[in-house]
């Protein structure tokens, strides 16, 4: 196998992840809350020929001496982007917005055989029943949302009005005119790449990061609550653009073509040679 082949195989592969990333960002444009994700190259591992004599043959270069022969690019890093989504009111009452980029609502999730702390912009809650006349606030996937100390928001009763203020403040009136508070569970996350996406439009902190949580989020409780930002009544929509997704979409489909004629010239080459006798 060519050298040429080697390095475009090895581009391709890459390429075509990047392809999946951005499916994925236009297959969840329409998705609550989602957070699109940014994909940046770098170069692999190349070769260093010194083919001048000396560098005084080379006056007045910009670039550096000799010439490199690379292996390939591969993916560098892939970037969340927090950037704010657009903010549409729908009037329901459990649908809660968070106006802040970098803040997300805690939620409980089964892993294994254990539960974990997770996080998600989704805020299109539900209330679901459970023993003893009580109302348990979940996702729309059934995952309950916790409070500011990591417990399960639990309502007793039924629940004739429920308002949320700005700073996350819950307010519960059953119908026997009692009312309970409750505190929704908001982080700020300071490091976005070190999160894992866990599917259902959740992220978690990898077992690689366990003990160093404060390192990613700080959990907005006490004196952070007036940093809290939400909107009741209201859905933060994707911050996909598609225009941009479209245009580097075609980019990608160009260079991964590009790469694929590399590798069919390749092979046209060296079955020319082998033809040769």
Do not use: C, W
């Amino acid at each position: 196998m060519s050298r040429m082949m080697i390095t475009a195989s090895n581009t391709m592969d890459q390429l075509q992840k990047q392809l999946d990333i951005i499916s994925s960002n236009i297959a969840n444009s329409q998705t609550t809350g989602y957070k699109s994700k940014n994909v940046s190259f770098s170069e692999l591992m190349y070769q260093q020929f010194n083919n001048q004599s000396g560098i005084e043959n080379e006056v007045g270069r910009l670039t550096p001496g000799g010439i490199r022969q690379g292996s390939g690019a591969r993916i560098g890093q892939v970037q969340t982007n927090l950037s704010q989504g657009a903010v549409t009111d729908t009037g329901r009452q459990l649908d809660f917005a968070l106006t802040k980029a970098d803040q997300f609502f805690k939620v409980l999730v089964p892993n294994g055989n254990t539960i974990q702390v997770q996080y998600t912009r989704d805020g299109a809650f539900y209330l679901s029943p459970m023993n003893n006349n009580e109302m348990a606030l979940v996702t729309s996937d059934g995952y309950q949302v916790l409070d500011e100390q990591n417990n399960p928001i639990i309502i007793n009763g039924n629940v004739s009005e429920l308002t949320v203020n700005q700073s996350g403040q819950l307010s519960v009136v059953n119908t026997d005119g009692q009312t309970e508070q409750f505190t929704l569970g908001v982080v700020q996350v300071h490091n976005p790449n070190a999160l894992m996406n866990t599917g259902n439009n959740l992220l978690a902190i990898p077992d690689a990061f366990a003990g160093q949580e404060a390192d990613i989020l700080t959990n907005l409780e006490g004196a952070g609550r007036q940093q809290v930002g939400i909107k009741q009544g209201a859905l933060e929509q994707s911050n996909v653009d598609i225009s941009v997704e479209m245009t580097n979409l075609m980019q990608t489909q160009r260079a991964y073509q590009f790469q694929s004629r590399a590798v069919t010239l390749s092979d046209q080459m060296q079955g020319l040679i082998n033809g040769i006798r």
